[in-house]
């Protein structure tokens, strides 16, 4: 494999992907979107690799790489959006907390709802949103980049 391409078609798709991602705001586009990512890099580097053969196991690389530099993409732009509309998205996630608290009939859900708002809680929420979108990343970039190669090795 040629890394300066596949690095080359992997940035290009991880940036239309993440694009993509922001622009689009329904949550199960994302099944669809991040492993047409992967497959994109794919297309692109078999396309611009003089004709190279690309296997499964090759396009799951490159799809994992595109995966990588989406996931740092797109956590840049929440995290510029964080830091610049901090208050909103604290308000909707504690209102969204309150009311899965309020149609819970279990008493101690109260109790839980609080331990979650507080610094702490949000910092945990956070950190684990951020570890478990970086896996969706890269499993599905991954999953799309196999596909795309083993279409790639059908279809020179």
């Not at 922001?22 to 297309?43: D, H, K, Q, R, S």
């Not at 004709?51 to 799809?63: K, S, T």
């Not at 009311?99 to 331990?115: D, F, L, S, Y």
Request: proline share 5%; charged share 10%; glycine share 10%.
């Amino acid at each position: 494999m040629q890394w300066p391409a596949a690095i080359r078609s992997c940035l290009i798709a991880a940036a239309v992907l993440t694009f993509f991602n922001t622009i689009i705001g329904v949550p199960l586009a994302v099944l669809i979107i991040i492993p047409a990512g992967g497959w994109l890099a794919v297309y692109l580097y078999s396309r611009g690799s003089g004709g190279r053969p690309v296997n499964a196991g090759m396009g799951a690389r490159i799809g994992a790489v595109t995966g990588l530099f989406a996931y740092a993409l797109y956590l840049l732009i929440m995290v510029v959006v964080m830091v610049f509309q901090r208050g909103r998205l604290l308000d909707e996630v504690r209102n969204a907390m309150r009311q899965a608290a309020a149609q819970n009939p279990n008493p101690q859900a109260q109790q839980i709802v609080e331990k979650m708002m507080s610094p702490e809680g949000i910092a945990v929420m956070v950190t684990l949103s951020a570890i478990f979108l970086f896996f969706i990343f890269l499993v599905l970039c991954s999953i799309g980049g196999a596909i795309g190669g083993s279409l790639a090795k059908k279809n020179p």
